[in-house]
C-alpha cells in the first residue's frame, strides 16, 4: 500500500498581477450602479482600477483627472462658428435635467434614444408576482418578466439575462407618471423594456418608458443597436450668410438632417423665441415633412420679421444648429415721368357746316349748296326777302 502524499496547501488566489487586475475589472464592470443618475463610465473604472490595484486614491484621481480633461477635449468638442453650432457626445453622458425623475427629458418617447440609454433592451411579458396585502394596496410594485427576446445586453452583468426565463423588474406604478419611468403595465402583453443593470439582490430597475412590442418598433430597435450612434449632420439653410426678401413675397427655408438616433427639430427666432406648426390663417409656420426634414413657410412677410432663423437638431449624442440672417426689404417706389400727349389731326369732310343755309353734295370733289327756298349765294349766304320773289 503505498504511503498518501500531503496535498500542497491551497494557494492563494491572486497568485499574479494579471488575475489581480481582471479581476479588478470584472468587479468593476458587475458592480452596482447606484442610484438614477449615477452612471459606470471608462473614468469611474479606471480610477476603481488605479485604486484597487495600487491602493493610491490620489494618483488614481490624478490619473483620472488627466484622463477626463484629454477625453473631454477630444471628444465633446463645442464647435462655434457664425452659421453653425455642433456638439457631439456619447450618449453614456447624457444626464437628465431632474436625477430624481430620469425620464423627464425630451427624448423620452424615442425608442432609438432609449435603447442607447439603456444597459438591456428585451421583449418581454409582465408576469404578476405575490404581494401582501399592503403591497397589494400600495402605489409601486413589481413584476416578473418574461424574457422572450434580447436586444442588447452589456458585456458583464451579475446575473444573467436568458430567453424564455423570468427576470425581476420594476418599479411599476398604478397611476402614471413619466418623469420617474413609472408605467401601469399589462399583464399577459408583450412590451419593450429598457432597463440597467441589477444589483447583488437580481433586481432589474426600469430605466425608460417601457412600450407596447410591435415588429416596427423592434426592428428600429435591432437598427440602431447593430449600427450604433452617428453625428448629426445638417445642409446649409442658405448658400449665403443672408437672405434679402421684399415685403409681401414669400419665404421658405428648408432643413434636412442626417445622424443617429433620429433627431427632434424645431425652429428659432432670435435664438429665443419657438416657432410653432403652420397656421393656415395666417400664412406661417413650420411643416415637418419627415422625421429627418422640416420646412419653415412665411408668406406675405413683414418689416417686422427681420432677424436671424435657426434650425435646431437634437438627439442623446448632441445638437446642430445652422442661422440664416433674414433682411426684409421694402419694395422700391418708383416715380413715372408724365407723359406729353400730342393731338392727332382730325379729319373733317369737306361738306362740314360749309352750306349756312342748305343741303351740301359733293360734285367732282368740291362742295355745291343746294339752298334753301328765299336764299342765295355760293354758301346759301344771302337771304331773298319774300316779296322780291314773288315779283
Not at 463645442?78 to 453622458?93: E, I, N
Not at 411599476?172 to 432597463?195: E, M
Amino acid at each position: 500500500m503505498r504511503r498518501r502524499k500531503w496535498s500542497d496547501p491551497p494557494r492563494p488566489l491572486l497568485r499574479s498581477f494579471r488575475q489581480k487586475l481582471v479581476l479588478t475589472y470584472h468587479l468593476a464592470m458587475t458592480s452596482f450602479k447606484g442610484p438614477p443618475g449615477s452612471k459606470v463610465t471608462v473614468f469611474s473604472l479606471f480610477n476603481a482600477v488605479i485604486s484597487r490595484i495600487l491602493h493610491l486614491p490620489v494618483l488614481g484621481l490624478l490619473l483620472l483627472s488627466l484622463l477626463l480633461t484629454f477625453i473631454n477635449f477630444s471628444t465633446s468638442t463645442l464647435l462655434v462658428s457664425a452659421h453653425t453650432d455642433f456638439l457631439y457626445q456619447s450618449s453614456h453622458l447624457f444626464q437628465p435635467p431632474d436625477p430624481s425623475r430620469p425620464c423627464r427629458h425630451i427624448f423620452r418617447n424615442d425608442v432609438e434614444a432609449s435603447a442607447l440609454l439603456a444597459d438591456f433592451v428585451l421583449e418581454g411579458i409582465p408576469i404578476p408576482t405575490y404581494q401582501s396585502p399592503d403591497q397589494a394596496a400600495g402605489l409601486l410594485y413589481n413584476a416578473s418578466i418574461h424574457v422572450r427576446q434580447v436586444a442588447k445586453r452589456p458585456s458583464f452583468s451579475i446575473y444573467p439575462v436568458r430567453k424564455d426565463f423570468p427576470i425581476l423588474a420594476g418599479p411599476f406604478s398604478r397611476r402614471t407618471d413619466l418623469g420617474r419611468c413609472w408605467v401601469n403595465v399589462q399583464f399577459g402583453a408583450r412590451y419593450i423594456f429598457f432597463i440597467e443593470r441589477p444589483n447583488w439582490a437580481g433586481f432589474f430597475q426600469i430605466t425608460q418608458i417601457p412600450v407596447r412590442f410591435t415588429v416596427k418598433r423592434w426592428q428600429t430597435v435591432q437598427n440602431i443597436v447593430r449600427r450604433g450612434a452617428s453625428p448629426l449632420q445638417m445642409r446649409p439653410l442658405y448658400h449665403a450668410e443672408k437672405l434679402s426678401v421684399l415685403v409681401g413675397n414669400e419665404l421658405m427655408l428648408t432643413c434636412r438632417v442626417k445622424g443617429r438616433p433620429t433627431p427632434l427639430i424645431s425652429w428659432y427666432v432670435n435664438s429665443t423665441r419657438q416657432l410653432g406648426l403652420w397656421d393656415a390663417s395666417t400664412g406661417r409656420g413650420v411643416i415637418h415633412t419627415h422625421r429627418r426634414s422640416s420646412k419653415l413657410h412665411i408668406s406675405n412677410i413683414k418689416l417686422t420679421d427681420t432677424g436671424n432663423y435657426s434650425c435646431l437638431a437634437e438627439n442623446v449624442n448632441g445638437f446642430i444648429r445652422k442661422t440664416v440672417f433674414i433682411i426684409v426689404s421694402p419694395k422700391p417706389v418708383t416715380t413715372s415721368k408724365p407723359e406729353m400727349s400730342t393731338p392727332e389731326p382730325i379729319s373733317v369732310h369737306p361738306c362740314y357746316q360749309y352750306c349756312l343755309h342748305g343741303v351740301c353734295s359733293l360734285i367732282d370733289g368740291r362742295p355745291s349748296c343746294r339752298c334753301y327756298h328765299g336764299y342765295l349765294g355760293r354758301r346759301c349766304e344771302l337771304f331773298l326777302p319774300l316779296r322780291w320773289a314773288k315779283m
